[in-house]
């Protein structure tokens, strides 16, 4: 049979709507090779069908979830129970013909129907949350004031606004405005404890007067507010110390300083500028002045932030504006200072790993609101641990406190104490509400216990400027 024929076979064997491309082509050696290519329109009909059927499948899953989770957001327990009883009621009545029934069922059917225009009206408001200030002081109460206008083209019924503070939530109510018009609601946010607050973002919401149905519309408006800890005033952290406004000359003797230590003759490479030309004249030898090197005292307050070293958590409140008062003190002094505490480590690796946090110290509210991010922490490494890494990134502290709780032990504050050189005056802070204030030497440092953060300034007057006399006479 030739190739003609054979095609001609093929194409006749297919049935009534088969369509056929026939393609060739010519080899070198004159032979012809063809292809066959066959669609079936039946077929691809069947397929259009099952793609469109999986389409709104797809669209009407999705609308069902959609209106799922708005049924979820809209309808109140209430309302479920309400929707429930109409069901139930208008069944009931209509295959026993039970009038009560039926009578309950369109009664509830009409209370859902009558609560939903009170849904509408929520995304016709503008809010706008004013704070006068960002940061306040633990234990004071903050007053703002809310602004509510309506910027929709037709007057909505009375609402209200739900404004989150924290872990709480302040309401406010809105009474019925026209278009364009606006409401002020004075806020009063009661006495926070210290920590970084966040106030908003404002909701309104709109819900029958039974409580059955509920619409929130969520704006993006967010403040955060540092509640600062409480601090007292304190000496100044330099009382009892030298006055470096010079700086401390230390035993390294270098070049160029301000404190002169001798002379000696000249070397290739010395600069010209230190030159001592009177010993020159007198030694006919060129001769150039040395210097010891002067470094300015640097203090360090090191808070431990361990959960074990409290007794509760008011004595870590406590040990916490004990650190800032020190701190903000020293800052406003003007002193190099560091404030250290520890950092939180995770419980796989504790004992293989080593980490501090160091507070920015550039201003008082700066530092401030480092405290205010501060909590207790779980899994830390233990304050001596602290107190070591804190010597090695600075080892040129002259004086450190050392700020802890009542459970601290005694042995793991002269632990502490050693990871200081002997340069170092160390004063231990123990915060205990349960103690008297007093003071006492403990091994190489002064330890004063806090009751009250007003004990602070009285400790430091009356017990700790001989001690920091010794150790800065030891530094010099």
Known sequence: MSPRQTTRAAYTAFPEGTTTTLGGLTAPDGTTTRRTQVTDRRRSSLVRAIVTALTAARAAQTGTKTAAAWLARTVTPAGWLVVALA????????????????????????????????????????????????????????????????????????????LPVGQGLVELGVPLLRPGHETEQPVSIPAMRRGVITVGPPTAVRTDPVGLLRHEHEWDERHEIYVHPRTAMVPGTSAGMIRDLEGNPSRRIVDADMSFHAIREYVPGDARRQIHWK??????????????????????????????????????????????????????????????????????????????????????????????????????????????????????????????????????????????????????????????????????????????????????????????MTGAGATG
Request: contains cysteine; hydrophobic residues 45%.
């Open 87 to 162: 069901t139930v009621g208008l069944t009931l009545g209509w295959v026993f013909g039970w009038v009560e029934a039926l009578v309950a069922g369109f009664a509830s059917l009409a209370l859902l129907v009558m609560s939903v225009p009170f849904l509408f009206g929520a995304r016709g408001y503008d809010v706008a949350v004013h704070l006068p200030h960002e940061r306040v002081v633990a234990g004071d109460p903050l007053d703002g004031q809310i602004v509510i206008r309506n910027t929709g083209g037709r007057t909505t019924l009375p609402g209200r606004v739900d």
């Open 279 to 468: 010993s020159t004249a007198k030694t006919g030898r060129l001769m150039v002045r040395q210097f010891e090197e002067t470094r300015r005292s640097r203090l360090a307050v090191i808070l431990s932030l361990a959960e074990t070293e409290y007794a509760t958590d008011d004595e870590f409140e406590l040990a916490v504006s004990a650190a800032a008062s020190l701190g903000v003190q020293a800052v406003r002094d003007g002193r190099d200072i560091d404030v250290v505490t520890g950092s939180a480590i995770p419980k796989m690796v504790r004992g293989r790993m080593r980490s501090i946090e160091v507070l920015q110290a550039g201003t008082p509210r700066g530092l401030l609101d480092g405290f205010s991010r501060l909590n207790a922490l779980e899994s830390t490494m233990p304050l001596p641990e602290v107190c070591r890494l804190a010597v090695e990134a600075s080892d040129t502290l002259s004086l450190a406190f050392v700020v802890c709780g009542s459970q601290t032990t005694p042995r793991q504050l002269r632990q502490a104490a050693l990871a200081f050189s002997s340069a170092t005056a160390v004063v231990g802070v123990v915060c205990d509400e349960k103690a008297h204030p007093r003071t006492r030497p403990l091994g190489g440092l002064t330890v004063m216990t806090v009751g009250l953060l007003d004990d602070l300034a009285g400790l430091m007057i009356r017990g700790t400027q001989t001690s920091l």
